[in-house]
């Protein structure tokens, strides 16, 4: 299985930036995908997840602003980020959980990961 995470990038507060991971040895329809971020100091936090049956969580701070969706057939799982705040910057990644665990939120159900890719945000 490798996950690879791409698309991160510096933006300024207020934009827009779209992040893929793009999934190998996964079947994205029977796995459930999350997306994590970490900022400098920080724990590791739950973004959003895409559930095996397509239903999606996302965090309370991203709420609204974030989308995550998935498209089966390429094996891409996306996250569309909008409105974009500086505390939105850290590095983001991907995560594949095929046990489908009730516990989308918590990091240690995910059994794959991918390398991370970095988001900053300027004023």
């Known amino acids: 299985v490798q996950l690879q995470a791409s698309g991160g990038g510096l933006v300024q507060a207020g934009g827009s930036l779209r992040l893929s991971c793009a999934a190998s040895?996964?079947?994205?329809?029977?796995?459930?995908m999350g997306w994590f971020r970490q900022a400098p100091g920080k724990e590791r936090e739950v973004v959003a997840a895409?559930?095996?049956?397509?239903?999606?969580y996302y965090g309370d701070s991203v709420k609204g602003r974030f989308t995550a969706s998935r498209d089966n057939a390429k094996k891409i799982v996306y996250l569309q980020m909008n409105s974009l705040k500086l505390e939105d910057t850290a590095v983001y990644y991907c995560?594949?959980?095929?046990?489908?665990?009730?516990?989308?939120?918590?990091?240690?159900?995910?059994?794959?990961w991918g390398q991370g890719t970095l988001v900053t945000v300027s004023s």
């Open positions: 895409i559930r095996w049956s397509g239903s999606t």
């Open positions: 995560a594949a959980d095929r046990d489908r665990s009730v516990a989308i939120t918590n990091a240690r159900v995910y059994d794959y």
């Open positions: 040895g996964v079947t994205l329809n029977q796995n459930t």
